[in-house]
């Protein structure tokens, strides 16, 4: 027999359940070659193409088509840079950009799109004079907010 007690916890789990942060980041390569790649701020490997689910917020992470001359983070290429999280306080939520600062350089083109939240928010890069890239520390005007809860990320090469 259930005791009340009992029906309260089992509720409470099944709400933080529901409640908990994830966040998916999806690769679509249309280059024709190349390997997408995601590695953590920590430098782990966390894909080489496959969608990526982060189970809470994933903080400084980088993305980049691997095509043979790009260093281990995205060194000589086009990258992405992005932090995920449902916002804890107003304006603290996602942030992803994409960066051509030295030692980076342009490789293809290179956009992302938030989905799950913030749809049709992103940013493209079709060159290496893009005005949507970070090419100088300065550039704080190319990053690209999101304020939703447990938001998205499509990045998509050579579109």
Same mark, same amino acid.
């Given at each position: 027999m259930?005791?009340?007690t009992k029906i309260i916890l089992t509720f409470a789990s099944v709400v933080a359940l529901v409640a908990a942060e994830s966040h998916t980041i999806h690769f679509d390569n249309r280059c024709g070659h190349g390997t997408p790649t995601l590695i953590s701020q920590t430098g782990q490997v966390l894909s080489t193409g496959a969608?990526?689910? $982060? %189970?809470?917020?994933?903080?400084?992470?980088?993305?980049y088509l691997q095509t043979g001359s790009c260093g281990f983070n995205g060194d000589y290429c086009t990258t992405i840079e992005t932090t995920l999280r449902s916002p804890? $306080? %107003?304006g603290a939520g996602s942030s992803t950009d994409i960066?051509?600062?030295?030692?980076?350089?342009f490789s293809v083109t290179t956009g992302f799109g938030y989905y799950n939240g913030c749809d049709g928010a992103g940013a493209d890069c079709t060159g290496a004079n893009c005005n949507t890239a970070f090419h100088n520390p300065e550039d704080t005007w190319v990053q690209v907010a999101c304020q939703q809860n447990n938001v998205n990320l499509a990045i998509t090469f050579c579109a």
């Open positions: 259930f005791s009340f969608d990526y689910v $982060s %189970p809470g917020a994933l903080f400084g992470a980088i993305a804890p $306080s %107003p960066t051509l600062i030295y030692p980076h350089t």
